[in-house]
């Protein structure tokens, strides 16, 4: 196998796992937490598991063998499209016309 191939499923595994764990945690945030605790207080109870899988992902990555270069810049780009699909959902909108976008908060 080469090293690029190697590193390609480096980054691919820690996307999946990083990505997958936020998808589960946030679906149990939403329809279970949120409506006992709060928005706010769910996001801080998910944040340290979210740390956790982020930190077990990048030992992964570190034992498949994969240089630091280019794993590390695989394994960036599962965590910034991990990110991405995380923060993409909650973007605020404008509720009527001529209105900026914050005025309406």
Do not use: D
Request: charged share 20%.
């Amino acid at each position: 196998m080469t090293t690029i191939m190697q590193e390609f499923k480096a980054g691919v595994l820690y996307f999946a796992l990083v990505f997958g764990a936020g998808f589960v945690l946030g679906t149990v945030r939403t329809l279970w937490i949120v409506p006992r605790v709060g928005a706010r207080r769910a996001e801080l109870m998910e944040t340290p598991i979210m740390l956790v899988v982020t930190i077990v992902g990048r030992t992964i990555v570190h034992a498949m063998s994969t240089p630091m270069k280019n794993g590390a810049i695989f394994a960036g780009l599962g965590r910034s499209h991990g990110v991405t699909a995380e923060t993409s959902r909650e973007r605020p909108r404008c509720r009527g016309r001529g209105k900026k976008l914050y005025s309406s908060f």
